[in-house]
């Protein structure tokens, strides 16, 4: 199954989006370099399964460690369940990749103080997440007695120097949703604080100039904030700029520009209070792009450059290392990073999208993730034809049906399943009334939207393993999604043809927002939404053999036009 990362976001748009440092600083001859201590991110979502696969190498790429947020569906609630957590990052990370994932708990009412201790024990969990039940993604069995059932947690917490990262936002329905945050901190927060001067606590984040005043008149050391890269360059306009754009919808929602400008200012003043958090939060694309979308955006490959971007135009690139890469570290009480990166403004734009695969990956990685698809995709576990036991279905919800399916006479959908099986050539079926059959590759096969009913199941054959192969997770049942998701590429080439002609089909359809070239998986696709960088110069990262390199899309033109020769100027 071929999924798309999409880039929605236009920095073209961004209120204060120019290139007039650049121009300057190419006029003088600069070489434009930065040279920063390695990074955290101090709030990230990876997710699990062929999500986390798809997302781990832009984190990876980018940060040193990351905070690793609990709320995977279950939720990590216990220490073992973070330390398994933990082995599946890991066995998920690039080879050569020394991210280091910091672990979280999530808190309900029924955490046990004894659970804190042997998280503190275990030695990768760093900090316990307060998310309010109902307050956003997968929050759902959060914390409903905060000031009674979770007491002697929070005591236990304080105890043991963990710190306690808060969403802060109220769930009350009758509370204007651009006024939670401030009504958490009111209501909420300031009595947690005051309770307990001595926890440790992360405002998550934060979105007001209310929040930023808040932190600021809490002790040095025990209250700080994380900052995301969509807080800093979007305001709530960006909802609904030439329509909803259900990419740039995160929680806490973007807020109006003068806490926009406040957080830009609280973050490039030095403040050893604020540090970096991207909350890259990815999500299927048919989950954002649904009539209920979920809230979350998907930063990771672009945050950093977005950070830059923001300090630069702030006259404040002078801070961006204590913020990218010191104050997060010294907050939590851990070694900063010693390694140093670059960051090189280069004539970069972000992929408009990013196409990964599940269970199945693409024949020519690289070819992929520069967008041409022609080469389609591989199982990564063969079918055993053989063995007909071994190979199993997995049923892809509405779609318009693959070209070239053969039709056999049977009496009911088993006998048409049988058949299938029974052809090693098979590789997908479909009953309504009539059996038809489907060998060898998948050609236009596409999943409709939520929204269009007009489609069919698809029956995808794969290795049974591969069902399986997510530990059979209790989960695997519930989320049929996930497994829909994973299964469905079977042998689906793309001829470049049809590529051309959907991706600019869906173009039009999406007016301005830029979606996967894999046109017709629009219900099976991740969607990450992101931003995209103006097609201009921006901060980008640089490769260790001094080109600028994004290890998903490759090796980018390193541009030699802008260079600053003095690094010491810039850090
Ligand atoms: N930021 C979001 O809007 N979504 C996050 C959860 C969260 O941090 O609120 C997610 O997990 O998708």
Known sequence: MIKTLALPYKASTLPFANVRVFNQLKAKGAKMELSITQPDDWHLHLRDGDLLEAVISHSAFHFGRGIVMPNLKPPIKTTAAAVAYRESILNALPANSDFIPLMTLYLTDTTTPEEIKLARESGVVYAVKLYPAGATTNSQDGV???????????????????????HGEVTDPEVDIFDRERVFIDTVLRPLIQKFPQLKVVMEHVTTADAVRFVESCSEGFVAA??????????????????????????????????????????????????????????????????????????????????????????????????????????????RNTSKIKLIKSRWKVPESLSYASGFEPRIKADWELGDHSGGCVRKIPLQCENRENDKFSVVPNTHFPENSESITVGNIDECELACLRNCSCSAYAFDNRCLIWRGCLFNLQELSSDDKSGRDLHVRVAASQLVGTEAKAKAKRNTSLIVFGAVCVFFCFFGSVLVFLWRKRQRDTAGLHYNEVEGFGDQELDAASFTCEEDMNWVRQGIDGTIVDETIGPLEASAEAQFEDDEEMI
């Open 144 to 166: 409903t007695d905060l000031f009674g059932k979770c007491l002697p947690v929070l005591e236990e917490m304080v105890k043991h120097n963990m710190p306690l990262l808060v």
């Open 226 to 335: 994380t900052v995301t890269p969509q807080h800093l360059v979007l305001n709530r306009n960006s909802l609904f700029q030439g329509g909803l754009q259900p990419h740039n919808y995160c929680l806490p929602v973007l807020k109006r520009e003068t806490h926009r400008q406040a957080i830009v200012s609280a973050v490039t003043s030095g403040s050893k209070r604020f540090f970096l958090g991207t909350d890259s939060a990815p999500h299927e694309r048919r989950k954002k792009e649904c009539s209920c979308g979920c809230a979350g955006i998907y930063n990771a490959l672009v945050a950093l450059s977005l950070y830059a971007k923001v300090f630069e135009e702030a006259g404040a690139l002078d801070k961006l290392e204590a913020f990218t890469s010191f104050n997060g570290p010294d907050f939590y009480g851990l070694p």
